[in-house]
C-alpha cells in the first residue's frame, strides 16, 4: 500500500498563492495517474487537477487557468501550484491516484480570506 503525505498548505488572502505538494512511498507512482482532490465543508470531494504518468495534465473547469499540477517522478512527489486564490478554493487538498484510490493521506488545509 502506498503512504501518501501531502503539505504546503496554509491561510492566504484572495489573489494569493500557494504550493501544495504530495510525496509517494513507493516506485508504483510514476507508472500511475495521479489527481490533487478537495473537499469543502459540507460538501463531497472533487477531483480538480489530474496528470498522466507521463505528464498530460488536466483540470476542472473552476481551476483552469490558476492551478498547475506537475509532478517528479524522481523523487515521487506531485505538486499543485496554486496562484489567484479565491475563498470558494478553501478546502482540505489530497493527493490519489486517478481511479483505484489508495488509502487516503490526512490532507493539507487550504484557507482563502481577507
Known amino acids: 500500500q502506498v503512504l501518501l503525505v501531502e503539505s504546503g498548505g496554509g491561510l492566504v488572502q484572495p489573489g494569493g498563492s500557494l504550493k501544495l505538494a504530495c510525496a509517494a512511498s513507493?516506485?508504483?507512482?510514476?507508472?500511475?495517474?495521479m489527481g490533487w482532490y478537495r473537499q469543502a465543508p459540507g460538501k463531497q470531494r472533487e477531483l480538480v487537477a489530474r496528470i498522466t504518468s507521463g505528464g498530460t495534465p488536466d483540470y476542472a473547469d473552476s481551476v483552469k487557468g490558476r492551478f498547475t499540477i506537475s509532478r517528479d517522478n524522481t523523487k515521487n512527489t506531485l505538486y499543485l501550484q496554486m496562484n489567484s486564490l479565491k475563498p470558494e478554493d478553501t478546502a482540505v487538498y489530497y493527493c490519489?491516484?486517478?481511479?483505484?484510490?489508495?488509502?487516503w493521506g490526512q490532507g493539507t488545509q487550504v484557507t482563502v480570506s481577507s
Open positions: 490519489n491516484q486517478v481511479g483505484s484510490w489508495w488509502n
Open positions: 513507493g516506485s508504483i507512482f510514476r507508472f500511475v495517474a
